[in-house]
């Protein structure tokens, strides 16, 4: 216990560390089986209310959810052949997501990390549904409507996500946490990218992907909107070196836009990171529909995804493991890692320009509006 003359400074209440030898919280903290390892041969399982469980599960849900909808939206067009009606739920998906992702905070706060990684989870399955009916009845309106809600749901989910990822791991390992989080969310696009390769393996032509697939990809979103349920609450979880995790509060709507505000008043310069913040998320539409549903056929378009969320996971793990290097200082590691990422991105966008150059969308156009006739087809 403290003395009285120490009752003003703040301690952190930690708990002894586990025993080494079983695994388990010491008395000093909590007990039950969620505070207790597990040993399988020579790997020792962390205990399910510790961070490295809890963060694993976030990042399946995110495995599930979003990273089929990166998988169905890889194929170019959603697996559809016409994009339009892909193109415009995404843009449907974006619009909302900008205006909700302003008071995802304040929802995520008032029904918690679980709920809202649920809420959001059901949004991805609502969306991949309407390719499914747009399949069978040229449904345009759902396609639209389905778009507004994942918007809405996605803001939520990636607020509720943002506090855990942030809250969750130690300071000191937080690269790492957060390169394994990618790869994992990764690896569901590379999955859901399996699916169709595996359906359409035989398919030579530009078709659109089988109700089979779409079906999956239904059944995966379910299932990862209802994972987020078996997530324990914040309070209950205990890091390795006994701290207990806070998960901070979002800010209301009206908070955000005012520090926005006084952001722009104080620091200016924040300005020239906005471009980096738009680009983020503009280039998707170009390689699935500009460059993958272009060149490609529908067994080809379905590889090429699966290389694609590939390459992510090895350079999500890569620059994270090297932004956790604690030899070099902190401004020296963002600053290598950011020039890295420079010279890659124009390496890579060189090479594809060269591959640009070969083909205009005119020539890609040609035979759309006839697609029983080959003759016509680029």
């Known amino acids: 216990m403290a003395e009285a003359g120490e009752k003003a400074v703040p301690v952190q209440e930690t708990y002894a560390n586990t025993n080494p030898e079983d695994g388990v919280l010491t008395a000093d903290g909590p007990t039950g089986w969620m505070y207790r390892e597990r040993k399988i041969g020579p790997v020792r399982i962390p205990w399910f209310a510790g961070p490295e469980i809890q963060l694993l599960m976030v990042a399946f849900v995110c495995f599930l959810c979003p990273g089929m909808f990166n998988a169905i939206n890889g194929l170019g067009g959603g697996g559809q052949v016409d994009p339009k009606p892909g193109n415009d739920a995404n843009v449907a998906v974006y619009a909302a997501f900008c205006v909700v992702g302003f008071f995802a905070g304040s929802i995520t706060n008032w029904l918690g990390v679980k709920a809202a990684l649920s809420f959001g989870g059901i949004g991805y399955c609502v969306y991949v549904s309407s390719y499914l009916c747009y399949n069978h009845t040229k449904n345009y309106g759902y396609m639209i409507f389905a778009g507004f809600w994942l918007g809405c749901s996605a803001g939520v989910l990636w607020a509720a996500q943002g506090a855990i990822m942030m809250a969750y791991p130690p ?93 722009l008043i104080s620091d200016p310069t924040v300005v020239f990171l906005f471009p980096m913040f738009f680009a983020s998320n503009w280039f998707y539409t170009y390689h699935f529909n500009g460059v993958n ?65 070969g083909y205009t969308r005119a020539e890609v156009n040609a035979g759309a509006d006839t697609p029983d006739d080959p003759s016509d087809d680029y």
């Open 293 to 357: 549903l272009a060149q490609f056929n529908t067994r080809t378009r379905s590889l090429n995804n699966v290389l694609y969320w590939s390459a992510q996971i090895f350079g999500a793990m890569v620059f994270g493991y090297a932004l956790d290097l604690e030899r070099f200082r902190r401004t020296t590691r963002a600053k290598a890692c950011w020039v890295a990422l420079f010279v890659l991105t124009f390496v890579i966008y060189g090479g594809g320009y060269a591959f640009q150059k």
């Open 171 to 263: 300071e000191g390992s937080k690269g790492k946490y957060i390169s394994t989080f990618w790869a994992i969310f990764n690896l569901g696009g590379v999955i859901g990218s399996l699916i169709p390769l595996g359906q359409n393996i035989h398919t030579t032509t530009n078709s659109t992907v089988s109700d089979g697939t779409y079906v999956g990809f239904i059944i995966l979103t379910f299932l990862g909107a209802a994972l987020a349920w078996f997530l324990v609450d914040a309070k209950k979880v205990i890091r390795r070196d006994g701290s207990r995790v806070i998960i901070m509060k979002h800010p209301t709507w009206k908070t955000e836009l005012w520090g926005l505000w006084e952001t």
